[in-house]
């Protein structure tokens, strides 16, 4: 049984879901293309690590690296 999450990708504000096998933070990272290096992943204000667990229904944000001058 699948994990759904819902994200929020800044900077691009855009809002995706997403469905997950294992339902860990580094299988959504690179589910939506990235390194884990190059984001952070948030849940209720609190930073998440690659390897923690998300729940079913959860709302997290993922912050991409920007570059650039």
Avoid: C, F, W
Avoid at 46 to 68: F, H, I, M, W
């Amino acid at each position: 049984m699948g994990v759904k999450v819902s994200v929020l990708i800044l900077p691009e504000h855009r809002i995706t879901t997403v469905e997950l096998e294992t339902g860990k933070v580094r299988e959504l990272v690179h589910k939506l293309g990235y390194a884990t290096e190059g984001v952070i992943v948030v849940k209720d204000g609190r930073p998440l690590l690659e390897d923690e667990q998300l729940e079913d229904g959860d709302n997290v944000t993922l912050y991409r690296a920007a570059s650039g001058g």
